[in-house]
Antibody
């Protein structure tokens, strides 16, 4: 059974940092791209970043470029999102999702999310 | 960047109704379009990928169509468990933009 479990969320002041983690199990983690998607309270879904299976390629939403860094450790079957210089508008539930192995993106398994609140 | 626009933003329907949700891309995305369902307090669930391919295990009352800039998600014979928010997402290249969502409510 595919499982994705996020952790690391919490309350942080504007300008602060957080590192989110996503522990994967039930599939060959090193074969898949992985994505982070967020959802602000009461709002829609917003794709944040993704990373190639070997970590050799990454992409970001424009509004987080230069502030967020996606990474992975295939030996630990884990995905990460380092979030720096956080802003109030980054407040959201952050989901980790399994992306494609080949072909176009498709987010076929999701974790339950970890909540990030940016507030003073 | 390509923008994704869904309509309507919400609709009311009865059990047994046929419901159609539309998604428009601001530029052509061929058939690189996915649909997700999200129920309250839950993570999204992939329904359809490649505009018209049903994910394994998804009921056949869900169907998708379209190509280029215009896409539809149709639910035939709406069931109580289908009341949720539906999102389209472009899947060709980053940014993997989602539509704003369509909330399907009980009439």
């Amino acid at each position: 059974e595919v499982q994705l479990v996020e952790s690391g969320g919490g309350l942080v002041q504007p300008g602060g940092s957080l590192r989110l983690s996503c522990a994967a199990s039930g599939f060959t983690f090193s074969r898949y791209w992985m994505s982070w998607v967020r959802q602000a309270p009461g709002k829609g879904l917003e794709w944040v970043a993704n990373i190639k299976e070997d970590g050799g390629e990454t992409a970001y939403l424009d509004s987080v470029k230069g502030r967020f860094t996606i990474s992975r450790d295939n030996a630990k079957k884990s995905l990460y999102l380092q979030m720096d210089t956080l802003r109030a508008e980054d407040t959201a539930l952050y989901y980790c999702a399994r992306d494609k192995d080949v072909g176009p993106s498709l987010l076929d398994f999701w974790g339950q999310g970890t909540l990030v609140t940016v507030s003073s | 960047d390509i923008q994704m626009t869904q309509s309507p933003s919400s609709l009311s329907a009865s059990v047994g109704d046929r419901v159609t949700i539309t998604c428009r891309a601001s530029q052509t995305i061929n058939n690189y379009l996915n649909w997700y369902q999200q129920k309250p307090g839950k993570a999204p669930n992939l329904l359809i990928y490649g505009a018209s391919s049903l994910k394994s295990g998804v009921p056949s009352r869900f169907s998708g169509s379209g190509y280029g800039t215009y896409f539809t998600l149709t639910i035939n014979s709406l069931q109580p468990e289908d009341f949720a928010i539906y999102y389209c997402q472009k899947s060709d290249r980053t940014p993997l933009t989602f539509g704003g969502g369509t909330k399907v409510e009980i009439k």
